[in-house]
């Protein structure tokens, strides 16, 4: 009896550990990078990134973003993509297109556009980038449109349609899309 409830603490121990475990910190504010909770990571949906089978004619490099499934893939070829967990728009702010890559920015400042503003007069009108700004680690930057595909501090709304237009992943997704991500990709949202 002893001896399992040994090998159950052990297993409870490396099951906390890849939990908690992350990358070494590129920018000095990565190290702030809050994940999901304990009990989020332990019992909530499944949001892991994965690779997964992926028949396209998209190029290698693409995204494709399915707001029904809410995953993000990115296209690897040879019938593969990375998929990731998202967050989408909220009723009456989901969009479809397509558009392409034309910034990236790490710890991004955040200005509200005057929509937002109007619907919500409590935010500020600019705060800079940082660990406690809503845009999170990245920022991928779609053309001219006020969308972006960016980090959350708040991963447990990860898998709901909570933005006003914007795609969230986890703070640790969206630095591992940016990190694989070209300027000029294009970037296909369903």
Request: with cysteine; proline share 6%; net charge positive.
């Amino acid at each position: 009896m002893s001896l399992r409830f040994l090998a159950g603490g052990a297993c409870a121990v490396a099951l906390l550990a890849s939990v908690c475990v992350m990358p070494a910190a590129a920018h000095p504010y990565d190290q702030y990078i809050r994940g999901r909770s304990f009990f989020g990571a332990m019992f909530g949906p499944s949001i892991a990134r994965m690779v997964v089978s992926y028949p396209t004619n998209q190029k290698t490099g693409t995204i494709v973003i399915s707001t029904a499934q809410r995953r993000l893939y990115l296209v690897l070829g040879n019938g593969q993509a990375l998929s990731y967990a998202i967050a989408v728009g909220a009723a009456g702010y989901a969009w479809s297109g397509v558009n392409q890559v034309t910034d990236k920015r790490e710890w991004p400042d955040w200005t509200p556009p005057g929509e937002m503003l109007q619907r919500r007069p409590d935010l500020p009108r600019h705060m800079a980038g940082g660990p406690d700004n809503p845009m999170g680690a990245r920022a991928i930057y779609l053309g001219s449109s006020l969308y972006r595909i960016h980090g959350s501090n708040d991963p447990d709304k990860i898998g709901q349609a909570v933005s006003s237009g914007c795609i969230r992943l986890t703070n640790q997704d969206v630095i591992d899309l940016y990190n694989r991500v070209q300027i000029g990709a294009t970037v296909i949202v369903q």
